[in-house]
Nanobody, 118 residues
Framework: QVQLVESGGGLVQSGGSLTLSCTTSGSIPRVVAMGWYRQAPGKERELVAVMNSGGGTNYADSVKGRFTISRDNGWNLLYLQMNNLKPEDTAVYYC????????????WGQGTRVTVSS
């Protein structure tokens, strides 16, 4: 069974940087897109950044210019470079994979917590 495992979260001061990683165990066939979502306490999960199979990217307005999504080794490694972090970026960050194959579509990792102190 394919799994997504996030890492790299932690506590950082406002203005600092973190890089999140998402490692795929196994292979996801026919990836449509992979991305990062986050959920802050008391709020709904929201899209942070996504990369489609053609390499195109899309970012939430709140992170444009500060966050960068990238991948390596095909889709086995997905990164989120986060710069100039703000307290409002505090959340649990989740990796997500969408696939054209039903059995591997809409996979989620367990999340990694990011806390930004002011």
């Amino acid at each position: 069974q394919v799994q997504l495992v996030e890492s790299g979260g932690g506590l950082v001061q406002s203005g600092g940087s973190l890089t999140l990683s998402c490692t795929t165990s196994g292979s996801i066939p026919r990836v449509v897109a992979m991305g990062w979502y986050r959920q802050a306490p008391g709020k709904e999960r929201e899209l942070v950044a996504v990369m489609n199979s053609g390499g195109g990217t899309n970012y939430a307005d709140s992170v444009k210019g500060r966050f960068t999504i990238s991948r390596d080794n095909g889709w086995n490694l997905l990164y989120l470079q986060m710069n100039n972090l703000k307290p409002e970026d505090t959340a649990v960050y989740y990796c997500n994979a969408r696939s054209a194959v039903r059995t591997t579509d809409n996979l989620w990792g367990q999340g990694t917590r990011v806390t930004v102190s002011s």
